[in-house]
């Protein structure tokens, strides 16, 4: 009888996870929603509660905190400008999951984790738009 279950282990060691959960809370408070396994979503979502309840109270020491726990301060300051502001009502309940039925390969359990509320554009930061790869390809043939 095992006492108080610890984490899922998701088959890694214990590095390995931590920065499997370290890039996906960097991922999520980047695009706001990602697609992911089953189990890999249900461990997140308590993680990233955690780092959007940390960011809202704005001392030093959290702050620190939160630079130590992503180790990456873009994510950090968006967590501490835009998504504390957006949450500084709502007492915990900060991520939904959402079943996404089955990956083709190997019939894993895929499922969308989302910050509740997410602003739709986020999704969006790293594509380019269209205007600028339309440029960008003008000025490769012009230059040829």
């Known amino acids: 009888m095992r006492h108080r279950f610890g984490n899922k282990k998701l ?12 890039n996906m ?27 959007i309840t940390l960011g809202k109270n704005n001392k030093l020491q959290n702050i620190k905190s939160l630079i ?12 501490r400008k835009t998504l ?7 007492n915990g309940g900060y991520t939904r999951i959402i079943k996404a039925g089955f990956r083709y390969g190997d019939n894993a359990p895929l499922a969308i984790i989302e910050f509740v509320d997410r602003d739709i554009e986020a999704k969006k930061v790293d594509r380019k738009k269209k205007d600028d790869k339309k440029k960008s390809e003008e000025k490769k043939t012009v230059s040829a």
């Open 11 to 22: 088959n890694r060691t214990s590095e390995h996870r931590k920065a499997l959960i370290k």
């Open 25 to 51: 809370l960097n991922s999520l408070i980047k695009y706001e929603q990602i697609t992911t396994t089953l189990p890999k979503a249900k461990v997140l979502k308590p993680q990233a509660d955690k780092i």
């Open 68 to 79: 130590s726990k992503l180790q990456d301060t873009k994510s950090a300051n968006k967590v």
């Open 84 to 90: 504390a502001k957006r949450y500084e009502t709502r």
